[in-house]
């Protein structure tokens, strides 16, 4: 590799990076962890990488594309090193109500592709679901108690 700042600031340019990815992609490349840790601080000067700008962007995307939950999230997240604050300060920006109201859709959703015949127990397993995919647990409870009872008490009627 001629210029290893030149590769990780074009790798940068494409797509958001956290500083460990691109770290782990130049030690991959050859590049010495030291000089690894130097081009990722000439990254950051330069505005390539921000750990920050890539969390708030993986918690948007994920939330909102692939419909995990905080945990999950938050996992993810740690898995690639970021600082706990940065995390927190990410999460922080789901709303909400909107985070409860994509919980509810998502039970309710999975409920509806088994028909009329849903029963307490199909809606306990597409529970285990939402908690799979990173929902908490006492949020999925309480979903299920608002949202989730009412929809299987007005199926059967």
């Known amino acids: 590799m001629n210029n290893p700042l030149f590769w990780a600031a074009k790798l940068c340019a494409a797509r958001e990076y956290c500083s460990d990815d691109i770290r782990r992609k130049l030690i991959q490349k050859g590049i010495a962890p030291k000089e690894a840790d130097e081009l990722c601080r000439q990254l950051k000067e330069k505005g390539f990488l921000d750990d920050q700008r890539y969390a708030r962007a993986y918690v948007?995307?994920?939330?909102?594309?692939?419909?995990?939950?905080?945990?999950?999230?938050?996992?993810?997240?740690?898995?690639?090193?970021?600082?706990?604050?940065?995390?927190?300060?990410?999460?922080?920006?789901?709303d909400e109500e909107a985070y409860l109201e994509a919980l509810g859709d998502f039970l309710i959703g999975r409920l509806k592709t088994l028909g009329d015949k849903a029963t307490e127990e199909d809606a306990w397993k597409v529970a285990r679901s939402a908690i799979n995919r990173g929902y908490e647990s006492a949020l999925v409870a309480k979903v299920m108690e608002e949202r989730v009872s009412k929809f299987l008490k007005e199926q059967e009627d």
């Open 60 to 94: 948007a995307d994920k939330y909102r594309f692939n419909h995990w939950g905080r945990v999950k999230i938050r996992f993810m997240l740690r898995s690639k090193r970021l600082p706990e604050e940065l995390i927190d300060e990410a999460l922080a920006g789901i």
